[in-house]
Every structure is written in structure tokens, then in C-alpha cells.
């Protein structure tokens, strides 16, 4: 990438390198039209033509520009009061001419300048050639983004006139409402992207440049259909996968060679680990078994899980030889609420079981203990009750206030913080804000009278109870938040992550004469960097974002992916715990691409020399979470992604399968039956 268009950090909105990227992210949503004789692409001329050349030969389908002007305001012609397009069909926003009081001599200028102008560019483009015949046809209509769809609603006015069998837009970037509404005109819309806020179609693009004439007229001339387009893009894809191949190295069942994970690591301090599932038995296992390694070879002293902090803490202290708990399985009692399977599963519980015995062994002399800790954020009960109880040993008068503060939930939820969150958004209840932040300060303000007591246990003991406080500090907020949109919501869960983070480290690091060093386990939606993803373009922070602003250099994202197989994940929120059938990966996904390097799990480092230049090309990378709709996998469960800037190494299992949890049901037990049931074999 030449340092004129700078990097992910600099210009986290940005999503495609170019239009040609674009027009070869639309060409695979569009796949379902692919070798329809009845086919003609269309691209809305100058910007629109280089995608839909890309989109024509994905579909082997023949291409033709389709000229439309803008109308601009007098004075002001990068306003549009309307469009002009090919055919005479003008389109025109008449609340903006009557605002406006656009006088019809003053309308009949720009239309006749525009006219002129639009006639020159179809004699360019198309020289003695008639307009394309449409009439019957299925006609994709292309551009390189919508702001307000005014070009494109002339374009779709004008062509309707020659009864075409079908309409369908497709653009790489638009507003949401804009793409809802061209829904209600046309028979098809795909829309690649939907930023918000919407700020101009070029804020999706690295390079944006303007198109001129000579390019339009050498891409309708260039032949988008026979077997020379098509095999210039098999050749095209599988030279991707080949590099891949050639780059990747072995790693058996997911876990990489020693060597290749501690070179890796090297001497970061904080290495997240995620998943592209919550429930994939696979990801956990080599993600568990690569923490080993890190702690017995690197000296790693905590995993900092995507689990709430005061139910991680009871397994913290079984780990560490304190606490009642007697068995990994009682210490993991604590993850009652949905999902439980996420930590009551089979692969945790083995993992507990041997931090357990590797602090045993950790006898003087013989290298550090670690520890177990979460960083979320949904314990605004559980974490309320555990600062009372820590007051109540070491300062009742002050857990008298405690629970005084605390109790104007009892007046608004019960135990629901959802409905409480509900409430106080929307008026229906008080804000609790103002005495969850009192309670934080005290506790905060006491911290040294609670610590007069020497030795560690007590600094731990005011350590969880200070976290306790933050957790529901910043619960509260977040179930204010959760209400008012998705993306306030998910950045202060993130950060609320990432702060508690930066406070276990610190913590840490008081109690060691070296820095301490942290493995983080959480979702790939958490671990990888959003500046290198569509969801950034929304304004979504993410932990691995964060952990690199603050780390820098000092941090490794790792994310795992799988094409198929089985997953452990629920209907709906709330749900049992179901194993279903993963469908195989979308084409122009990154798991679709690694499942084309043709080997059953592999490493590869995203950054690495030609393997950055093949990751950094906009693909659709899958997420699962708790909950696995398929019927609507392309909204639910993808978005776009540069990998080599979301990921500093990739961990790709081909096939895999469901996590057991420690209870399940007859529907967990039974599974999900393929499609083809029961002539599958």
C-alpha cells in the first residue's frame, strides 16, 4: 500500500481499496444471476462504470454504461435538485425547488446544460453503437455508492419505460434508508455496505479518484463475458489461494508448532486469542491449549476472559488454592446466567483443572501462578452483592451505605437489568447513575484504611471489590445505553474490557518484581481491530482496537475461522443450548478463501510480505455468536473486513465441531439434521 493512502488507523471508515474491489465484492452477492443469458449490467456513468465491468464478468454477463447528470442548485452544483438520464427521464425534487423558489428559466438552463452534456458522453462511450436493448432483459443497474439514490432514481425512471423483465441495483455503499427505499422500486437491491452515519460515497474507498472518458470507453470495449474473463478471475482467486498455501504453516488441530506461536508472540505483553464462534469446540481446545504453552514458556501470569468479573473470580480463586470450591466443576458454578455453556463446557473445565495443578507445582523458585479474571460487565447484581460482602468484613458502617445506595435498583428491576435499563432510558423509572458513582468514590476514597491488613490476600480482596464497583458502575450505564443504539452500547462494553484490562495489569504488577503478561480470550468481534472492518465504519470500537492504541507493539491479535461444521449456539436470547449445522462459508469470504488453500488447519501471519497485499482486499469474514440464525446468515453473521490490518495472525480449521457443555439438552443431544436428511449418507 503506497503511503499516500495511509492506514487503517488514519482512515478506519475506509472499506474498499478501490472500485474495482468493490465491483468484485458485489459480483459475488450477486452470484445467483451468474450466467443468465438474460443478463445485462449496466454502469451509471463515470464512477459506476469500473464496478459494473466487475460485476459483468463475475456474472458473465455483457456490460454497457448508462449516462446520468446530476442536476445541481444554481451556485451551488454539488447540491442536487434532480437527475437527468439517458432516454430524457428527468427526476425532481420538488419540496427542494419550491424551498428554494428555483425559477423554471433557471431549471431549464441546467437541464439544457446537462442535456448537452449527457449527449457528448453517450457519443464517447458508445461511438455508433445503439443504447442497449433492455426489453425483457434483466437489468443490474451499477454505481459506485448513493447518497441521496437521485441518480440512480432517473436511471431506474428512464430504463422502466423499456419494460425490462427485472431491475436490480446494486452499489457497494449507501444509507440505509436510501437502499429501503430503492427496495420499494425494483425487484432486487444489494446494497455491500450501509454505513452510519452516512458521511459521502468516497469515505467507503482508499482510492477514489475520478474517472475520466478514456477509462469508461476502454472498459465497455474490454469483454466481460466468454472464457478469457472468466478465467482471468479463476486465475485471479486461486493465485489468492496459492499464496495462502505457500505462506501458511501447519498447525494441527489449530495449536501451532511451538516455535511458530512463540515467534509469534514474541515479547508481547498481552496477546488476545478470539473465536469466530461461541460455541466451536475446536477454537477453544487449541486456543486453551496455546495459553498453556504461553504460561509455561513465556512466564504468561493471567487470562483475562470475555466473562463477567465477579463469576471469573470465583474460578481465580479455586485456580489459586483459595476459596471453598473443591473441583473445576464447582468453581465454573458460578456462570449461571445465558450463555452457561460458553464457560460450562467440557474444554474449560479441563483448562481450570490444570491451571490448577500448574499453581500447585508453582513452589518457590519455580516460576509464577496465573490467574483467571473477566472483563465483562453484565454482573450489575452479582457484582452489587460482592462489594456489600466486602464491606461487610472490613467496614460495616460503610456496607450500611452500600446497601443503601444500591437498593434504588430494588425500586426500578428486581434482578433485571434490562428492565431497568428500559426504564431509566426511557422515563419510566429514576436513574440509579448518581449512586453507583457515589459508591465507587467511597470505596475508592477508603482504599487505604481497607488495606492496612499486610500481605496480598488483602490487596486482591480490595482489588475484586473496586472492580466489583466499576462492573456496576459501568453496567448501569450500559443498560441506559443499550436502548439508545447499538454502537454506544458495544463501545462502552469494550472499553469497560479494556479499562479492566489496564487495571488487572497494573494490579499485577505490583505483586511481581517483572511486567506481567495477559492472554486475553474473547470473540473474534472483540479481538480484531474494527478500524479494518464495516462495523468501524459505523463508529464501533473494539478491545483489539484499544489494546493496540494503548500496547502498540506490545500486543498480538490472533483470530480463528472455520468453513463448516457444527456449532453449539441458541435460536434466540435466552434459548437452550442447540447443536446446529454451520452452513458452508459465503463465497468472497475469507473462510471461503482459506478453505481453497485446501489443507485441514493452518497458521498464517497476516502481515507478512505478499500474504498482506492478498489479506488487505475487502472480504466478508463470518461471526457466530450465542446465537446462529442461518436462514438469514448474510445479514446476521458477515460483514466486510481487511484481515491484514484486523489481525496480526489467522488460525483457519476447515471442519469442526460443536462445544459440549457440562448440561445440555435432548436438543443439543439430538442436533440439527442436515438438509438432506435422511438421504444424507
Known sequence: MSSSTGTPADRPEHVFQDRREAGRVLGELLEAYRYDPRVVVLGLARGGVPVAWEVAAALDAPLDTFVVRKLGIPGHDEFAMGALASGGSIVLNDDLLRDLAITPQQLREVVDREGRELARRESTYRGNRPPPEVTGKIVILVDDGLATGASMFAAIESLRQHEPAQLVVAVPAAPESTCRTLGAMVDDVVCATMPFPFRAVGASFWNFNQVTDDEVRDLVATPTT?????????????????????????????????????????????????????????????????????????????????????????????????????????????????????????????????????????????????????????????????????LERVDPEAARRARARYSCFDHRSGDDGQAYGYAAAFGAGESCEAQVVEQLTDLHRHAGDYLRSDGTVAEDDQFYAERNAWSVRDAEEYYRTMFRGRVASWNLRDRHMVDTLDALIAHLDRRSESPSRVVVWAHNSHVGDARATEVGMHGELTVGQLVRERYRDDCRLIGFSTHSGTVTAASEWGGPAERKVVRAALPSSVEELFHEVGKESFLIRTQDGPVADTLRAARLERAIGVIYLPETERHSHYFHTRLSEQFDAMIHIDTTRALEPLEYTSLWVDGERPETYPFAL
Not at 479463476?234 to 515467534?263: C, K, Q, Y
Not at 460450562?344 to 483443572?353: G, K, P, Q
Not at 495443578?357 to 519455580?366: E, K, L, T
Open 226 to 390: 466468454g472464457r478469457g474473463a472468466h478465467d482471468a478471475r479463476i486465475l485471479e482467486f486461486t493465485s489468492a489461494a496459492g499464496i495462502i498455501r505457500l505462506s501458511s504453516r501447519d498447525a494441527p488441530n489449530g495449536v501451532p508448532s511451538h516455535d511458530d506461536l512463540l515467534d509469534l508472540v514474541g515479547d508481547a505483553r498481552v496477546v488476545l486469542i478470539g473465536e469466530s464462534s461461541h460455541g466451536t469446540h475446536e477454537f477453544y481446545a487449541a486456543r486453551a491449549e496455546m495459553t498453556r504453552i504461553l504460561i509455561q514458556e513465556k512466564g504468561f501470569t493471567a487470562v483475562a476472559a470475555e466473562a463477567d468479573w465477579p463469576d471469573a473470580y470465583r474460578v481465580n480463586r479455586y485456580v489459586r488454592g483459595q476459596g471453598p470450591d473443591t473441583s473445576a466443576e464447582e468453581a465454573l458454578r458460578g456462570f449461571e446466567r445465558f450463555p452457561a455453556w460458553m464457560w460450562r463446557n467440557t474444554v474449560v473445565l479441563d483448562f481450570v483443572a490444570w491451571l490448577r495443578d500448574h499453581n500447585d507445582s508453582c513452589a518457590p523458585g519455580r516460576g509464577p501462578e496465573a490467574g483467571f479474571y473477566g472483563l465483562d460487565l453484565y454482573s450489575l447484581h452479582r457484582s452489587m452483592h460482592e462489594v456489600v460482602d466486602y
